[in-house]
């Protein structure tokens, strides 16, 4: 019989439960710190891609849905129609709108790229380079090479020019989830909140000044996704994770759960108003003043698709650091192959 009082311990790590002072052994504790973020970082990697993948597949739903057939154009056309013409709300577009440009996308991402090189972070300053790059260069080529639209409701009137997806759309997206990944973490909620406002209010701008449909600010918003979740994936496997604290928001934790409920609802509440103007829009002109809650629904996706994003991207980056540098071991770096349960051996 072993003798109780040796000092000898066990290498293996406790799966059924942790003992506590008492010592007593709690079944419903997590697992042991080591093993915890082994998982954290494998699984991150895949939910990322997921979500990357749902993403795409979205896109590519929302262009077969909104501009290949014609109750989704009528339903664009209906938002268009039903903005409004307030010159204060104008104004305010206007000047949203004006903070999009070449050279405001060089300037911004370059004070992104040398933020996270001054946090040591040299890999992720590539990696953001490359979401920024690739989001926008990916709008270019589906509006103006790719992605066609056919005059489905022969009008005269009826717009014909590619405009899927936004281009300043993604600009303020891409920079937006950009911050999100080059903040410290305990930031991540705070940038989010501001970077995805800011892309919302430029999406919005682009309706109501008449640039772009809803579902060309929304295909933005997927396009950019898709590429910052392959980024994210990549700085995982290649880098792994570090551990932080809940990012906080005045001092309170804010649950990314609530984020996504919101997100959703307002989704939902468009997709009613959505269906209202398909059967209202059966056949009938209306003007901008009946047409006035369309675009109020339009605006109501635009943020929740946003909200959803961010949620999503916040929920899956909880208590991680991304590119941690390697000698901040008070971070608990756990490096590619490690982090992804494999030993030094099998990656060699």
Same mark, same amino acid.
């Given at each position: 019989m072993a003798d109780p009082s040796s000092d000898s311990v066990s290498l293996s790590p406790q799966r059924d439960g942790v003992v506590d002072d008492s010592g007593s052994v709690d079944p419903v504790s997590p697992p042991s710190d080591g093993d915890e973020r082994r998982l954290t970082a494998r699984w991150r990697a895949i939910?990322? !891609?997921?979500?990357?993948?749902?993403?795409?597949?979205?896109?590519?739903?929302?262009?077969?849905?909104?501009?290949? $057939?014609?109750?989704?154009?009528?339903v664009d056309e209906a938002a268009i129609v039903g903005r409004g013409g307030g010159q204060l709300i104008q104004l305010t577009s206007t000047r949203a709108l004006d903070t999009i440009s070449l050279s405001s996308l060089a300037v911004a991402a370059a004070v992104l790229l040398v933020f996270a090189v001054t946090r040591r972070r040299?890999?992720?300053? !590539? =990696?953001?380079? +490359?979401?920024?790059? #690739?989001a926008n260069v990916t709008t270019q080529v589906l509006k103006t090479e790719l992605l066609s639209r056919p005059d489905l409701l022969d009008r005269p009137g009826a717009a $014909?020019?590619? %405009?899927?997806? %936004?281009?300043h759309a993604t600009v303020a997206v891409s920079l937006a989830l950009a911050l999100v990944l080059v903040v410290p973490a305990r930031l991540r909620v705070m940038a989010g909140l501001i970077g995805m406002g800011y892309a919302v209010a430029v999406g919005a701008a682009t309706l109501t000044a008449g640039w772009h449909r809803p579902s060309d600010v929304i295909a933005a918003y997927? +396009?950019? $996704?898709?590429?910052?979740?392959? +980024?994210?994936? =990549? !700085?995982?496997?290649?880098?792994?994770?570090? $551990?932080?604290?809940?990012?906080?928001?005045?001092g309170r934790t804010l649950s990314s759960w609530r984020l996504l409920v919101l997100g959703v609802a307002l989704v939902a509440?468009?997709? !009613? +108003?959505t269906g209202t103007v398909v059967v209202v829009l059966d056949g009938r002109?209306?003007?901008? #003043?009946?047409?006035?809650? %369309?675009?109020?629904?339009?605006?109501?996706?635009i943020a929740g698709v946003a909200i959803v994003?961010? %949620?999503?991207?916040?929920?899956i980056l909880r208590g991680a650091r991304i590119d941690p540098p390697r000698d901040q071991t008070d971070e608990r770096v756990v490096p590619f192959p490690e982090a992804w349960g494999l030993p030094e051996s099998d990656a060699r």
């Open positions: 939910l990322l !891609l997921a979500f990357g993948l749902l993403c795409a597949v979205a896109l590519a739903g929302l262009y077969l849905g909104a501009v290949r $057939t014609r109750p989704g154009q009528r040299p890999r992720l300053a !590539l =990696g953001v380079a +490359v979401m920024i790059a #690739g $014909t020019v590619p %405009s899927f997806p %936004s281009g997927l +396009v950019a $996704t898709v590429w910052v979740t392959a +980024v994210l994936a =990549g !700085l995982l496997a290649w880098r792994g994770i570090g $551990t932080s604290p809940m990012p906080e928001i005045f509440a468009a997709g !009613l +108003v002109d209306l003007d901008a #003043g009946q047409l006035g809650p %369309s675009y109020v629904g339009a605006v109501a996706a994003i961010l %949620s999503v991207l916040l929920w």
